[in-house]
């Protein structure tokens, strides 16, 4: 049952380009989505987050788009940097009493100096 | 920043043998989770806590998981008879509200079941 799809295991950018990632759901009751980053023995790490009711938020470098009829989510990196190889999760939740986040599969991202 | 902790950061066991994973949750943090990772797979949903109690439990947390909270500070797993296939990385996280905040996750406990 993969509520939240991320249907690119890895991607390999040149530093100061930028890095997309994308992200894919089914569930519709989901309304808030998360990017986790995550290093090797690391647990993961918040990055960014966007509510259903935007399609746009943007912290620094990093912007996710949401485009809710494609149920589809897209996390920008601008200008990429070595420092941000690393394994990034799509993450999404559905208002549920605990707010459980329900995790996409990842997708390792390598910047290439 | 406050972080979660968890021990040990490395657990062995044999197959049949109970284990327990301990966490150290922020400490004004009220809800509390337990998230594992096998390898190269997604990272799953266990089990939500909340007041003293499960909020939540995934089809994953049967009867050989329970979760505890002994002493208003840490925060544990324990597996009774493990499997093989509990061989994974367990993640504890915790937040402050119930709302739409953002997880804190723990760096994990790598569980190995021979």
Known sequence: DQQVKQNSPSLSVQEGRISILNCDYTNSMFDYFLWYKKYPAEGPTFLISISSIKDKNEDGRFTVFLNKSAKHLSLHIVPSQPGDSAVYFCAASAGSATNKLIFGTGTLLAVQP | ?114
């Open chain 2, 1 to 114: 920043e406050p972080e979660v902790t968890q021990t040990p950061s490395h657990q062995v066991t044999q197959m049949g043998q109970e284990v327990i994973l301990r966490c150290v949750p922020i400490s004004n943090h009220l809800y509390f989770y337990w998230y594992r990772q096998i390898l190269g797979q997604k990272v799953e949903f266990l089990v939500s806590f909340y007041n003293n109690e499960i909020s939540e439990k995934s089809e994953i947390f049967d009867d050989q998981f329970s979760v505890e909270r002994p002493d208003g500070s840490n925060f544990t797993l324990k597996i009774r008879s493990t499997k093989l296939e509990d061989s994974a990385m367990y993640f504890c996280a915790s937040r402050m509200t119930g709302g739409h905040e953002k997880l804190f996750f723990g760096s994990g406990t790598q569980l190995s079941v021979l």
